[in-house]
């Protein structure tokens, strides 16, 4: 993945949109088709990133390595790597990350409710 620069049009929106609302600053650092239900999965516990892969069997490895960083420097995931060979890593949730579980399961019951009247 490759960064943004500072003064791109992109990244200035970001900036005014993120720095005026705090309801949207949530939503950018938890939005995205994958990083909702990624942090869901590990609500249980850590897992390593083979796991996380069979847990959510349609996600690219590319797309799924480019979340977790994504999430990992927004403070939502903690990655932990283990000095054995082979290597292991685990990802876990911060406790910033676990404030939002209370948080997404209300989502969840409005979406359960909501999905019905849309079809």
Known sequence: MTKRKENS????NEKCITEGCNLT???C???GRWKLLILC???EGKLRFGEIKKLI???????????????????LVKRTVYAEVPPRVDYELTEIAEELVPIWL??????????????
Not at 9 to 12: A, E, R
Not at 58 to 74: A, F, G, I, W
Not at 109 to 118: A, D, I, P, S
């Open 9 to 12: 049009t992109n990244t200035l």
């Open 25 to 27: 600053y949530a939503v």
């Open 29 to 31: 650092k938890i939005g």
């Open 41 to 43: 999965k590990l609500e």
């Open 57 to 75: 069997p349609n996600v690219t490895e590319r797309m799924l390595t480019l979340q977790l960083r994504e999430l990992e420097k927004d403070g």
């Open 106 to 119: 209300q989502l969840s019951k409005w979406g359960e409710k909501h999905k019905e009247l849309m079809k």
